[in-house]
T-cell receptor, first 115, second 110 residues
């Protein structure tokens, strides 16, 4: 089976712009979670989507949003970019929803740099 | 709410053992362990559930002390391939969220 894929792998944007990141889960997986990884804060949970519905959300401002399509692919959008949004954005997929102790498989991430 | 990992960094020679701890101030339902090599995606190691037994595979095992809200990851007879950053992810209660620690960087030298 193909693993989790994320596109693009690298992005450079300027403050105030918006960005959309894409994540394709492992075939058959219905849950997609998004994380922000920075050297100082580590891995921080953004949100989880399961069957096109947002199940859970972390403590991030409303500028961070996402959605999931019927084929389980997910997109994450960040509007009005700030310098502090520079990070590696990881998505992870699992067969079941988080909380079912299912294994999460991470993608390689999208490295976002905000100038 | 973020679990605290200790130590922050470990340097080992091949064949030595290491213990990485993960502590939370919240009552935990489960603890997940991942390893991430530089520039790569985190890889799942194991999940420990409240009330579950100690788990392990190969020379990596973990325990979960529910009373102390702590988990420990044990790496025995370390190999070069063990190098990377280890993260614990905790699920406080039945929140269905994974909160990760800031990681423990482990380096194994020949």
């Amino acid at each position: 089976k193909a693993g989790v894929t994320q596109t693009p792998r690298y992005l450079i944007k300027t403050r105030g712009q918006q960005v959309t990141l894409s994540c394709s889960p492992i075939s058959g997986h219905r849950s997609v979670s998004w994380y922000q990884q920075t050297p100082g804060q580590g891995l921080q949970f953004l949100f989880e989507y399961f069957s096109e519905t947002q199940r859970n959300k972390g403590n991030f401002p409303g500028r961070f949003s996402g959605r999931q399509f019927s084929n389980s692919r997910s997109e994450m959008n960040v509007s009005t970019l700030e310098l502090g949004d520079s990070a590696l954005y990881l998505c992870a997929s699992s067969l079941y929803a988080l909380g079912h102790t299912d294994t999460q498989y991470f993608g390689p991430g999208t490295r976002l740099t905000v100038l | 709410q973020q679990p605290v990992q200790s130590p922050q960094a470990v340097i080992l020679r091949e064949g030595e053992d290491a213990v990485i701890n993960c502590s939370s101030s919240k009552a935990l339902y489960s603890v997940h362990w991942y390893r991430q090599k530089h520039g790569e995606a985190p890889i799942f190691l194991m999940i420990l559930l409240k009330g579950g037994e100690q788990k392990g595979h190969d020379k990596i095992s973990a325990s979960f002390n529910e009373k102390k809200q702590q988990s420990s990851l044990y790496l025995t007879a370390s190999q070069l391939s063990y190098s990377g950053t280890y993260f614990c992810g905790t699920e406080p209660g039945h929140t269905d969220k994974l909160i990760f620690g800031t990681g423990t960087r482990l380096q194994v030298f020949p």
